[in-house]
């Protein structure tokens, strides 16, 4: 079993940035691929980023790309989100993902954190 615990979400204005972290502890947690999706209200869970198990390569919803950059600290058990030139769209309960198949964009990982809200204001 693994745990996730999200932190770092917040109320921050749009331009501005925030760091997620997502801390995991249970099983070893250089073996798992990790992801943050996000979900806002009324809306499906969507994909934002995802980084192999080695922190070799990293993956991106088109849309967040050059905005958004996901990384790890293996040591530490931590997998991060900087998120930067934020819009008010980005709002939305943001989620920390994990397995052991591999990096897929669906909502499909076994092991989840309970979210942490991000509001972007304008």
């Known amino acids: 079993q693994v745990q996730l615990v999200e932190s770092g979400g917040g109320l921050v204005q749009a331009g501005g940035s925030l760091r997620l972290s997502c801390a995991a502890s249970?099983?070893?947690?250089?073996?798992?691929?990790m992801a943050w999706f996000r979900q806002a209200p009324g809306k499906e869970r969507e994909f934002v980023a995802a980084?192999?198990?080695?922190?070799?390569?990293?993956y991106y919803a088109d849309s967040l790309k050059g905005r958004f950059t996901i990384s790890r600290d293996n040591a530490k058990n931590t997998v991060y989100l900087q998120m930067n030139s934020l819009k008010p769209e980005d709002t939305a309960v943001y989620y920390c993902a994990g397995n052991r198949m591999g990096v897929v964009t669906a909502p499909q990982y076994k092991y989840w954190g309970q979210g942490t809200q991000v509001t972007v204001s304008s």
């Open positions: 249970g099983r070893p947690f250089s073996r798992y691929t």
């Open positions: 980084i192999t198990a080695s922190g070799e390569s990293t």
